[in-house]
Every structure is written in C-alpha cells, then in structure tokens.
C-alpha cells in the first residue's frame, strides 16, 4: 500500500494538470541523459573489448616468439648432441671411461654452450659423469633435476633404433627439463650415450618476464603449478579453469589476469606440461573505472545544467501565466490588477551547445585513448624487436673482425708457403702449383676481402636500423628530455627508408638548431605520420624536401612533398578526428589529428599549404622557451 501510496504521488506530481513545472523538469531530464547513458555504457563496452583484444594480440604475439625461441633451442640441442657423440676423442674417453679428462674436456665446451648439463653413460646405461658449467655449479639458487644412476632400459631400447631422442620432464619446484639423449658409436659398435640437458626453469620465466612484462607460469600435465614468477601468496591460489581453452580469465589475489597455455610436446606430439602467459587486466580495469567516474562526473554536470535551464525554461513559460491567473484571481476578488504583459518567447541554444560539448569531448576522449593502446603495443613491440636483435648482430658483427684478423694470419701463411716452394724439387712446385690454379688460390685471396668487408657493412647497416628503431621508440623517455631535433628526424627517415628507395628523392636543408625540450617520442610520431603521409601522396617518382632553422624564441621544421596536393575544400578538415581521403581500410583518420594535439600540447603551431597537383607543405613551429607542458 505505501509502495503504491509512493507511486500516486509521484504521478500526480508528474501530471501536467496539476505540476506543469515538474514535468517538464522531468522529460527534459530524462530526453538528456539517455542519450548520455547510451552513449557512455557503448563507450565503455566497446573501450573493454579493444583493450581484451589487444591483451589477446600481445599474448599470441609472444606466444609465437617463446615457440620459435623454444624451437631453436631443441634444434641446437640435438644438433650439439650429434656433434659431441661424433667427437672421435670423447668417445675414446667415454670408452676408457677416463673421468677426469673427460670433465675437463666437456668443462671447456660447456661454458660456452647453450645447455645445463652434460652427462656421459657407458654403454649399459651406468652414470660416468656429469658436468655443469659455472655459472649454474656456483650458484646455489639454481636447482637442476639430478641425473638417474642408471639409464632405463625404454631410452637404451629406443637409442638402439633411433640415433637420438628428447624427452621433455616436469620437475616439481624446477620447471621443465628439455634431454637430449645420443647413442656415441665407434666403428658401428655402441659405446655409450651423451645427455645434454636445458631446464626451462624459474631463472627463464623471470628473463621473460622482464623482457615482456607479462607473467610466467610452467605447469605439469595435470595443470599443476611447477614454478612460476607470481607472488608467493598468488602462486597458494593458482589454479586452471576445468575446461582448459587456449586463453581463458582467471583471478588471483584481487587482480584478474587473461592466461594462454602453450603446451610442451613429446616427439609422439602428446603434450608432456604446459608454459602458461599471464597478462594483468588490471590497468584496462583500472582505466575502465576512471572512464566510468569521468562519465559520471559528466552525467551529474549535465544533470545540474539540466535542471538549472528547465528551471529558466519553466519560468519563461510558466510566470506569464501565474501572473495572469493572478490577476484573473484579482478581479474575481474584486480587486484592481493592472493588465499583463507577455513577453515573446526567446531561442535557447545552451543545451544544444552543452550536449555538442559532451560529445565533443567523449569523442576525444576515445581519440586519445585509441592512440594510447596503439602506442603501446608498437612501442614494446619495436623495443623488444630491437633488444632482442640487438645481441645476435653485434655477435656476428664482432666475429666478422676476428675472422678478418684470421684470415690475415692465414695469408700471412700462404705468403711463406709460397716463399718456400722454391727450395723444393721441380715436380714438388709443378703439383703444389697446379693445386693452386684448380682451388683458384689467387681469386680466392683476392675476393675474400671484399666479402668480408661486404658482410661488415651489411652488418653494420643492421645495427643501424636497430638502433634507429630504438632511437624512434624511446620508451625510456616517458618524460621531457632536452634532444637534438635532426637526430629524431633521421631516425624517422631510417625507418621510412624502403618507402623512399629508388622512388623519392630526399632533400634536407637543415639549419643549426639548438636542443629542445620536450617529449621525444612524440615528437618522432610527429614526424613519422607527416613524412608517411608525404610518401603516400607521392604516387609514382618524386621529391621530399626537409628545411629546418632556428629563431630566438622558436624552431620550425618544413616538410614539402610533390604529391597530388589537398583539396581546397579538404584542407581545413585534415586536423580533425577520424577524417581522411584516403581508400577505405588504408586509414584512420587519425595520424594528423594526433599530430596536432602533440603539437599543441608542446605550445607550438602546426600549419599546411597544399596545391592540388603540386604539393603540399606541412610547417612545424616549436618553442624553445620551456613551458611545463600538460
């Protein structure tokens, strides 16, 4: 009865004979924020499912990369593996069963070797020795599975088929471990058997970690937990869903996490464990959460202006005619009431320009949120890329001058063999010297230095790129940070280098520039979206032309192009979010508008001339006076 009694008061209160106020109070409120609330819980909903499949993105995209790394480990696994067992001196000594020598010899091999561990067995399968390198022998944290005493007789059967097997093992507490099992034979008689072992342990999943970011995990058949580089508490709780996906949401500790299972594999491809990437949800829910107050906030402003203007609304409306009615009131009483005068009715714009306001500023809001998760999986991308071809080029880079200085050696050799020939017999220097016209001695002398140098630069052109990819990142540079604006550019050109080859021709007049402060990598994105924008209006042959100078209070970067040009029309609209000329699926429409607001945050100015059929110029002003930027 008093829900009902609640209800009857609230329809009298909304009944237009009896409270026109309220009711209009009521539908301009609720004509409002509907409108609002559609628009901010699709925002919302579409902001979770961008954020969920870049997390997806991130995770099949490292996935991808531990399986080729893991599969390069295995390859060179097996391939040491055969190449130990066919070492002629090893297996004397595995023969003799000389233990001493044989651990000082694998001693010298094993430091510079990917594995573990190197274990020798006899030829029935008894334990001879096994050899850990230092660096794991002298570290007391690093836990490896111990070696069985005597080989089973399922690996000494399969040894007699197959030349070779890989077992991969859980380990409780360890992690996985990867051994590679070959049969040594001497003259076609079974001598013994050579282990090398690689434990993908705890020690790599906290390498990954701090390579990616995301979590590791290594389990068991069963899904149970091995190690991982979760928390103590969170590892108590770990636990899989029952019905085991590729990728699936669990919860550990008060923080969710988007998990993918990798399993291990057997050579029968039977899965023996499982290598488990965790990435947290935890910032997407985060800044999920701070978008929702952000649109409450905006709801309950709106709400407000809602109010205050139906107020005046009503008033506009409604005062005109209470004073009428006041004064039809007066004459029934009687009384004297001067006549009333109606005033007309004025346009209200304010809402309209309240609510184009809001959806203004929720459309830029999504503008820059877009670009935040683009930047950031680009930018760990190419960092990561970079680190992790950083160490291998600079390996062979390095080698290369060692084998230059080698072969040095072995012309310097070549010269003295050759000076001694003459003091040999006649048909001694006659077969010496046809051997040498067959193996073209002379051409090989000649050519391999150019080789050598050609693999240098070669060498050194990809520690370039390498460089400029990480130049270009500069994800270490999150905040403002005095640089040298032609060295941003240049590393911009670099990368943008196969777009401009044997097609555009490039034109830099650079002037002196002092160094500015500001914020790096978002001046190089700058940059990179006007000059890849230049490149794409070039259609066929064409130029670039790059002018930088210097005033006292100013730096101006000019980038001219000669590409079909802009519209007229087009022209003032190239700023704005979401617009482009270009084919549909061959642009966002937001590279220039991203542009702007960097440059705009920076307190400079960007500017474009553009004639069709000529050409467009795009100007940069940045301050050197050093604002705190926002």
């Given at each position: 009865?008093k829900?009902l ?5 609230v ?13 209009l109070?009521f ?5 409002a924020?509907?409108p609002?609330l559609?628009?901010?819980g699709y ?10 499949q ?5 995770l099949?995209a ?28 090893l ?26 561990r190197i274990s020798f ?8 020795t ?22 089973s ?11 070779q097997?890989?077992?991969?093992t859980?380990?409780?507490n360890?992690?996985f ?27 790599y999943?906290?390498?990954t ?10 389990l ?16 108590k709780?770990f636990y899989?869903p029952s019905q085991h ?8 500790q008060?923080e969710s996490?988007?998990?993918l299972?990798k399993?291990f594999?057997?050579?029968?491809e039977?899965?023996?464990g ?5 990435v ?11 978008i929702?107050?952000i ?8 709400m ?6 139906s107020?005046?609304?009503?008033q506009?409306?409604?005062?005109p005619i209470?004073?009428?009615l ?6 029934e ?7 009333v ?11 309209i ?8 500023s ?9 670009h ?9 991308l ?12 600079g ?8 084998l230059?200085?080698y072969l ?6 070549i ?17 010496i010297?046809?051997t040498?016209?067959?193996l ?6 000649k ?13 050194q052109r990809t ?8 130049n270009?990142s500069?994800?270490?540079?999150a905040e403002?940070k ?6 941003g ?15 555009i021709?490039l034109?830099?007049?650079?002037g ?8 790096p ?5 700058v ?17 670039i032309?790059i002018?930088t ?8 970067i ?7 040009g802009?519209?007229?029309?087009h ?6 979010p ?6 549909v699926?061959?642009?966002t429409?937001?590279g220039?508008s991203?542009s ?5 945050k920076?307190?400079g ?6 004639t ?7 100007t940069?002003?940045l ?8």
């Open positions: 009865m829900i009694a609640m209800w009857q008061k329809r009298d209160t909304l009944d237009p004979q009896k409270s026109l106020k309220s009711t109070r539908w301009f409120m609720l004509f924020l509907i609002l559609v628009i901010v925002s919302a909903y579409l902001f979770n499912q961008r954020m969920n870049e997390l997806v993105k991130r099949n490292l996935e991808e990369g531990i399986t080729i790394e893991l599969t390069d480990v295995e390859e060179k696994l097996r391939l040491g593996g055969i190449r130990h067992a066919n070492d002629y001196y297996m004397n000594l595995v023969r003799s069963q000389k233990k001493a020598v044989l651990e000082s010899v694998t001693q010298s091999i094993i430091e510079n070797y990917i594995t573990d067995f006899n030829a029935k399968g008894k334990l001879i096994s050899i850990l390198p230092k660096r794991i022998a002298n570290n007391p944290e690093i836990i490896l599975p111990e070696d069985p005493s005597l080989l007789k399922v690996i000494l059967e399969s040894l007699s088929e197959k030349r097997i890989v077992m991969k859980a380990h409780p360890i992690g471990s990867f051994d590679c099992y070959t049969s040594m034979r001497l003259g076609g008689k079974f001598i013994g058997v050579i282990k090398e072992t690689i434990v993908v342990d705890r020690y999943s906290l390498s970690k701090e390579r990616t970011g995301l979590e590791i995990c290594i068991n058949k069963e899904y149970q937990l091995l190690t991982s580089t979760l928390s103590p508490e969170q590892e709780i899989t996906k590729k990728i699936v949401s669990i919860h550990l008060d996490f988007l998990m299972t399993p594999l057997d050579d029968d039977k899965p023996q499982y290598l488990a990437i965790l947290s949800q935890a910032n997407t829910q985060s800044t999920l959460k701070e929702k107050i649109f409450a906030l905006i709801c309950i402003v709106i407000i202006v809602v109010i205050f203007f107020q005046i609304a009503s506009t409306v409604l005062n209470d004073q009428l006041k004064a039809i009131q007066d004459m009483k009687g009384k004297n009431h001067p006549l005068h109606v005033p007309p009715m004025q346009e209200i714009a304010t809402l320009h309240s609510f184009n306001t809001m959806a203004s929720l459309k830029t809001t999504q503008t820059q949120l877009v935040s998760s683009k930047m950031t999986s680009l930018g760990q190419v960092a990561g890329v970079a680190h992790e071809l950083n160490n291998p080029i390996y062979t880079h390095s080698n290369i001058h060692h230059k200085d040095e050696k072995l012309k310097n050799m010269q003295t063999y050759e000076e001694m020939i003459s003091k040999l017999p006649k048909p001694q220097q006659t077969k010297q046809d040498k016209n067959e073209n001695i002379d051409f090989i002398l050519d391999i230095d150019s080789i050598i140098q050609s693999s240098l630069d070669g060498t520690k370039d790129i390498v460089l400029s990819l990480r270009f500069r994800l270490d540079e403002m005095e640089v040298d604006i032609h060295e550019l240049e590393s911009t050109l670099r990368l943008l280098s196969s777009e401009f080859k044997n097609r021709t034109h830099k007049n650079y002196t520039l002092p160094k500015l402060m500001c914020y990598s978002q001046i190089n994105q940059f990179m979206n006007i000059l890849s924008n230049s490149t794409q209006a070039i259609e066929g042959p064409g130029d032309w002018t100078h210097a005033d006292p209070e100013q730096i101006t000019a980038i001219q192009d000669s590409g079909k802009i519209k007229p029309e022209v003032e609209r190239i700023f704005d979401f617009f482009t000329t270009k084919k699926g061959q642009g429409g937001l220039l991203i702007y607001g960097i440059i705009q920076h307190h100015e960007i500017k474009v001339e553009s069709v059929g000529k050409g467009s110029i795009f940069i002003i301050p050197l006076i050093k604002k705190v930027l926002i």
